[in-house]
């Protein structure tokens, strides 16, 4: 007899009934597969060398993005019309927003490549439901690689993310946080400008 043969105690969540992620589209079935076509040929392609081209399709789409962004390939964005993002920022190779709630970048804000903001999460402990919380990234914040920023997050001003740290609920302004879990480690300017 195997450990998966023991009966137990514990419930299993059935997912097949779980309240699905249609919700929170916010757009028609249709508008979700020609987006998926749009972001498929020139948000994600990592062929496209031209920024100016992934911005101008995201914006077709609703997002709203400030002037002077540069927006790398590999790029993923869930739903475009969830999206802010202030002037002159970089969004690096790879980054993804899983946006299915919104998600606002401010201006001059760096988020480094690899890195996943997600608002969207489950109700763990009953029906796997979704649950969707908004990201508030704020002006000059630096998000370096490979980090996660989960729903509910507010990152203060001129904030420096460490790689492959999980951020989440508020980080005050001009931190350093790295690590999950998630700890401030210092100040990004520790000294007084005269």
Do not use: Y
Request: charged share 20%; net charge positive.
């Amino acid at each position: 007899m195997s450990e998966r043969d023991v009966p137990s105690d514990i419930p299993v969540v059935p997912l097949g009934r779980a309240p699905g992620s249609r919700e929170s589209w916010g757009r028609s079935t249709a508008v979700m597969i020609l987006w998926g076509i749009a972001e498929l040929l020139f948000v994600t392609n990592p062929m496209q060398v031209s920024s100016r081209i992934r911005v101008s399709v995201l914006r077709m789409f609703g997002a709203s993005i400030g002037t002077g962004v540069v927006f790398r390939p590999r790029t993923r964005v869930h739903s475009p019309w969830n999206l802010e993002i202030g002037n002159d920022c970089w969004i690096g190779d790879g980054v993804w927003f899983h946006n299915q709630g919104n998600i606002r970048i401010g201006r001059d804000v760096v988020i480094s490549q690899g890195s996943f903001l997600t608002t969207g999460s489950h109700r763990h402990a009953t029906d796997m439901g979704l649950v969707v919380k908004p990201i508030t990234v704020d002006d000059g914040v630096w998000v370096t690689s490979r980090c996660m920023i989960l729903g509910g997050a507010q990152v203060g001003r001129s904030v420096l993310v460490r790689p492959m740290t999980v951020v989440h609920g508020n980080v005050a302004d001009g931190l350093v946080v790295q690590g999950n879990p998630m700890k401030v480690v210092g100040k990004r300017f520790p000294t007084e400008r005269p």
